[in-house]
């Protein structure tokens, strides 16, 4: 069993039979556990009775919609849990409302089952802390800010900082690069670990909710700088 299977089970809520078989057999034949929900009340009691390692999340469910449960998530400190939304074309505006409330990231219906696969393979690696750091890198300190590698903790002017998986990967991926600078698909290939079939505006939705978490003004960051018409850098001040 690989390591990304022993990181416990992946929770599949999707009130259509037909998405729920073919996501559960694909991710069965890679070795990971998996438990269903068919509505948004399952979902958050199976959250609450057993943590998973990542959700699989649809967002156009019964009892309780996506969206409220990710927001229900977030809102729980210890529960720190990766999700992935399942969103139809049309949701553009929900998308990116997800993604802002804190969903790690998103496939579009209708999607390829090994691609989704794929996503969480990546956002589980993601998660445990295996992308960009073999576990012996030492943490990065500049003023006001702290970011450890080893225990995933970051520390702004003494207060330690929830972030997501793949916030904190961001965060360290343009810390360890400082002054460089970074495209949105550049960082979607080396955070997110793919870079195709990923609308950039991820990596936007990412680099505020940093901003929100990290900057005194948001608007006016210190850290996380835009340069206009290219990307994005990290300024160590």
């Given amino acids: 069993m690989n390591t990304l299977t022993e990181l416990g089970d992946i929770l599949v809520v999707d009130d259509e039979a ?12 890679e ?8 509505d948004g009340r399952q979902a958050l009691e199976a959250v609450r009775k057993q943590l998973p390692a990542l959700v699989v999340l649809d967002l ?7 969206l409220s449960i990710l927001r229900e998530l977030r809102g729980d400190t210890a529960v ?7 969103t139809a074309r049309q949701q553009e505006t929900d998308r990116i ?3 802002e409330l804190g969903a790690d990231d998103y496939v579009t219906k209708p999607f390829s089952p ?5 996503r969480v393979k990546a956002v589980l690696r993601r998660s445990a802390g295996t992308m960009g750091n073999d576990g012996g890198q030492r943490p990065l300190t500049f003023t006001d800010l702290a970011i450890d590698p080893n225990t995933r903790l970051v520390t702004v002017r003494g207060k330690n900082i ?3 998986a793949t916030e904190f ?3 360290w991926f343009m810390a360890s690069h400082p002054r460089q600078v970074f495209k949105r698909d550049q960082l979607l290939e080396k955070v997110w670990g793919f870079s195709e079939y990923v609308d950039p505006s991820t990596v936007t939705v990412h680099i505020r909710r940093l901003r929100e978490k990290i900057e005194i003004d948001p608007g006016n960051p210190v850290w996380l700088a835009t340069v206009w018409g290219v990307g994005y850098k990290f300024e160590p001040g």
Avoid at 18 to 29: F, G, N
Avoid at 32 to 37: D, W
Wanted: glycine share 6%; no cysteine; aromatic share 6%.
């Fill in 169 to 171: 990967n961001l965060l």
């Fill in 31 to 38: 070795g990971f556990q998996v438990r269903v929900a068919r």
């Fill in 18 to 29: 037909s998405v729920v078989e073919v996501v559960s057999l694909y991710l069965k034949r």
């Fill in 97 to 99: 409302y997800g993604l």
């Fill in 114 to 118: 090994a691609e989704l696969v794929s």
């Fill in 80 to 86: 720190n849990v990766p999700v992935i939304m399942l």
């Fill in 162 to 164: 929830e972030l997501t």
């Fill in 60 to 66: 156009m469910l019964p009892e309780v919609d996506g």
